[in-house]
């Protein structure tokens, strides 16, 4: 079975400039969410999405925005660029989001790394 | 508060000897889960071990093994028999249910995890 999926792998942008990142779940999995690890740090949370709603948000700027689409693969959108912005943005999914629910473990997929310039 | 402390940002071991990666955690609700991750240099986060809150068994996976002390609010990580493949960044994380149902992932800061032959 195929594991979670994003594009594009690399990608570089210059500030100001507006982002469109895409991930494609694992076959079954109605939850995802997205993450943003810079360098040298653990991942940050930024949206979770199950089954096409929005279900969480974490502190990040409305510059970030996101969507689930009726197939349950997703996009994140970032605009208007900052230099602060370049990390490696990770999307994982589960088959739900029940906290303690051994099913719902989160699968990440190998991330897409954004660089600002 | 950090919710998720890793406090050994790096450990080495011999080869097929046994590591220990420390965990602690922070939080007022009764469901959650706790994740061990490994990141190797690809980026790629891949899923390790799984403790539910509520599980009276401590958690288990091949050569993986959680340690988990409620009381303490801890969930160590155990790795037995290293091997070379094993030398990665390690992070704990958590995911709170009960008050928070967005399923987001805490993620500590990692410790790096360094296999001698």
Same mark, same amino acid.
């Given at each position: 079975?195929?594991?979670?999926?994003?594009? $594009?792998?690399?990608?570089?942008?210059?500030?100001?400039?507006?982002?469109?990142?895409?991930?494609?779940?694992?076959?079954?999995?109605?939850?995802?969410?997205? &993450?943003?690890?810079?360098?040298?740090?653990? $991942?940050?949370?930024?949206?979770? &999405?199950?089954?096409?709603?929005?279900?969480?948000?974490?502190?990040?700027?409305?510059?970030?925005?996101?969507?689930?689409? $009726?197939?349950?693969?997703?996009?994140?959108?970032?605009?208007?660029?900052?230099?602060?912005?370049?990390?490696? &943005?990770?999307?994982?999914?589960? &088959?739900?989001?029940?906290?303690?629910?051994?099913?719902?473990?989160?699968?990440?997929?190998?991330?897409?790394?954004?660089?600002?310039? | 508060?950090?919710?998720? @402390?890793?406090?050994?940002?790096?450990?080495?071991?011999?080869?097929?000897? +046994?590591? @220990?990666?420390?965990?602690?955690?922070?939080?007022?609700?009764?469901?959650?889960?706790?994740?061990?991750?490994?990141?190797?240099?690809?980026?790629?986060?891949?899923?390790?071990?799984?403790?539910?809150?509520?599980?009276?068994?401590? +958690?288990?996976?091949?050569?993986?093994?959680?340690?988990?002390?409620?009381?303490?609010?801890?969930?160590?990580?155990?790795?037995?028999?290293?091997?070379?493949?094993?030398? +990665?960044?390690?992070?704990?994380?958590?995911?709170?249910?009960?008050?928070?149902?967005?399923?987001?992932?805490?993620?500590?800061?990692? @410790?790096?995890?360094?296999?001698?032959?």
């Amino acid at each position: 079975d195929a594991g979670v999926t994003q594009s $594009p792998t690399h990608l570089i942008k210059t500030r100001g400039q507006h982002v469109t990142l895409r991930c494609s779940p694992i076959s079954g999995h109605k939850s995802v969410s997205w &993450y943003q690890q810079v360098l040298g740090q653990g $991942p940050q949370f930024i949206f979770q &999405y199950y089954e096409k709603e929005e279900r969480g948000r974490g502190n990040f700027p409305d510059r970030f925005s996101a969507r689930q689409f $009726p197939n349950y693969s997703s996009e994140l959108n970032v605009n208007a660029l900052l230099l602060g912005d370049s990390a490696l &943005y990770l999307c994982a999914s589960s &088959y739900g989001t029940a906290a303690t629910s051994m099913n719902n473990e989160q699968f990440f997929g190998p991330g897409t790394r954004l660089t600002v310039l | 508060a950090q919710k998720i @402390t890793q406090t050994q940002p790096g450990m080495f071991v011999q080869e097929k000897e +046994a590591v @220990t990666l420390d965990c602690t955690y922070d939080t007022s609700d009764p469901s959650y889960g706790l994740f061990w991750y490994k990141q190797p240099s690809s980026g790629e986060m891949i899923f390790l071990i799984y403790q539910g809150s509520y599980d009276q068994q401590n +958690a288990t996976e091949g050569r993986y093994s959680l340690n988990f002390q409620k009381a303490r609010k801890s969930a160590n990580l155990v790795i037995s028999a290293s091997q070379l493949g094993d030398s +990665a960044m390690y992070f704990c994380a958590m995911r709170e249910g009960l008050y928070n149902q967005g399923g987001k992932l805490i993620f500590g800061q990692g @410790t790096e995890l360094s296999v001698k032959p």
